[in-house]
């Protein structure tokens, strides 16, 4: 049973530039969250996809934006990129369907971004 | 939004010496708190789900617990494997997670 997968594993961009980051879930989840670790830090929540919407959002600027499609998998995209967007992006999948989404969500090994 | 605090900020124990990391929260209702195990560079391992005051769950040398107030994970007999850090996380409205900053755990045979 394959897990969250992500990609890439690293990345670095330079300010001013766009990145997307991806994400497949676990199977049988629906669900996908996006988290950004700073170092030292823990996980801030960005924003939520499920049915291919935005559920809920974190207090992240526009630049940040993402999506989900029919088979549930996901993209984080972050435009004009700034120096503290350099961190530990992190993909979480669960289940959403009423009923169920207290249960756990499950991390990605998450993709480390540089911004240079 | 709720706060999560977790204490100690580092841990340092010797193999076999057992202690408890503490998690406090302040949340208008409970909808769950979980429990992390992080290695350097890799995402967050799920632990543990508590769901209720008086509620515990055990996996191997880890044993975590609820209260109203807060949640504790008791590491007993630790080996230099467990060393990790160690995040716990409240359930908010709508399936988001909110984390406190961990606790850096070094067990040292």
């Known amino acids: 049973d394959a897990g969250v997968t992500q990609s890439p594993t690293h990345l670095i961009k330079t300010r001013g530039q766009q990145v997307t980051l991806r994400c497949s879930p676990k199977?049988?989840?629906?669900?996908v969250s996006w988290y950004q670790q700073a170092l030292g830090q823990g996980p801030q929540f960005i924003f939520q996809?499920?049915?291919?919407?935005?559920?809920q959002r974190g207090n992240f600027p526009d630049r940040f934006s993402g999506h989900q499609f029919p088979n549930y998998s996901s993209e984080l995209n972050v435009n004009a990129l700034l120096l503290g967007d350099s961190a530990l992006y992190l993909c979480?999948?669960?289940?959403?369907?009423?009923?169920?989404?207290?249960?756990?969500?499950?991390f990605g090994p998450g993709t480390r971004l540089l911004v240079l | 939004e709720d706060q999560v605090t977790q204490s100690p900020e580092a841990l340092r124990l010797q193999e076999g010496e057992s202690s408890s990391l503490n998690c406090s929260y302040t949340v208008s209702g409970l909808r769950g708190l979980f429990w992390y195990r992080q290695d350097p560079g890799k995402g967050p391992e799920f632990l543990f789900t508590l769901y209720s005051a008086g509620e515990e769950k055990e996996k191997e040398r880890l044993k975590a617990t609820l209260t109203k107030k807060e949640s504790f994970l008791h590491i007993t007999a630790p080996k230099p494997e467990d060393s990790a850090t160690y995040l716990c996380a409240v359930l908010e409205y709508g399936n988001k997670l909110v984390f406190g900053a961990g606790t850096i755990l070094r067990v040292k045979s």
């Open positions: 979480a999948s669960s289940l959403g369907r009423s009923g169920l989404n207290k249960k756990a969500q499950y």
């Open positions: 996809y499920y049915e291919e919407e935005e559920r």
């Open positions: 199977s049988g989840h629906d669900t």
